[in-house]
Nanobody, 120 residues
Framework: QVQLVESGGGLVQPGGSLRLSCAAS????????MGWYRRAPGEQRELVAT???????NIANSVKDRFTISRDNAKNTVYLQMNSLRPDDTAVYYC??????????????WGQGTQVTVSS
């Protein structure tokens, strides 16, 4: 069974930084795009950033100058470096990956979510 395990969330003051990590494990043939989404209280889930396995990225305009997404294909891990955090970045952040977990089947997998709270 494939699992995505996130880490790195927490409480940070405005202007601070956090780095989220998400490692995929289990029976994996290959991994396609990986990414981060978030859901703020009372809001719908929104895309934060995605990265293909060739390194090309797509980053939401609201975080483009502050967040960076990267991945280590050898470790099946995606990262989200978040700088200059603001209170409106407060949300549960979810990792997502398109994974080939059988010879013929690609499937979307999600992590359990990690809370990021930006507050003084």
């Amino acid at each position: 069974q494939v699992q995505l395990v996130e880490s790195g969330g927490g409480l940070v003051q405005p202007g601070g930084s956090l780095r989220l990590s998400c490692a995929a494990s289990g029976f994996i043939f290959s991994i396609g795009p990986m990414g981060w989404y978030r859901r703020a209280p009372g809001e719908q889930r929104e895309l934060v950033a995605t990265i293909d396995n060739d390194g090309s990225t797509n980053i939401a305009n609201s975080v483009k100058d502050r967040f960076t997404i990267s991945r280590d294909n050898a470790k099946n891990t995606v990262y989200l470096q978040m700088n200059s955090l603001r209170p409106d970045d407060t949300a549960v952040y979810y990792c997502n990956a398109l994974i080939r977990n059988t010879i013929a089947n690609w499937r979307d997998f999600w992590g359990q979510g990690t809370q990021v709270t930006v507050s003084s």
